[in-house]
Nanobody
Framework: QVQLVESGGGLVQAGDSLRVSCAASGRPFSAYAMGWFRQAPGKEREFVAAISGSGTITRYADSMKGRFTISRDNVKNTMYLQMNTLKPEDTALYYC?????????????????WGQGTQVTVSS
């Protein structure tokens, strides 16, 4: 069992940067591949990025490549999402998730644990 708590969301202006965090507790953090997903109002939840347990392999949704960076600190049991050049369309509730599977994936059905989300709002 692992518990996930997101933080760092807020209201920013278009073009700003923001870093959201996901703190984990429970089983050894490095045992889990992790991912970020987001859900905008009236839309389905979508994949943002994922990272392997060691942090050496990452994967991004095409629309986030070059603007978002996923990372993790296995000593602090925390995962991060650095978001640069934010756009109003990035407004969403951002969730972190963990999977016991070794391979990172963009399929939310393969994630076993989820946080409650942190709201990111980008004004134009």
């Amino acid at each position: 069992q692992v518990q996930l708590v997101e933080s760092g969301g807020g209201l920013v202006q278009a073009g700003d940067s923001l870093r959201v965090s996901c703190a984990a507790s429970g089983r050894p953090f490095s045992a889990y591949a992790m991912g970020w997903f987001r859900q905008a109002p009236g839309k389905e939840r979508e994949f943002v990025a994922a990272i392997s347990g060691s942090g050496t392999i990452t994967r991004y949704a095409d629309s986030m490549k070059g603007r978002f960076t996923i990372s993790r600190d296995n000593v602090k049991n925390t995962m991060y999402l650095q978001m640069n050049t934010l756009k109003p369309e990035d407004t969403a509730l951002y969730y972190c998730a963990a999977t016991v599977r070794a391979l990172i994936t963009n399929d939310q059905a393969t994630y076993d644990y989820w946080g409650q989300g942190t709201q990111v709002t980008v004004s134009s």
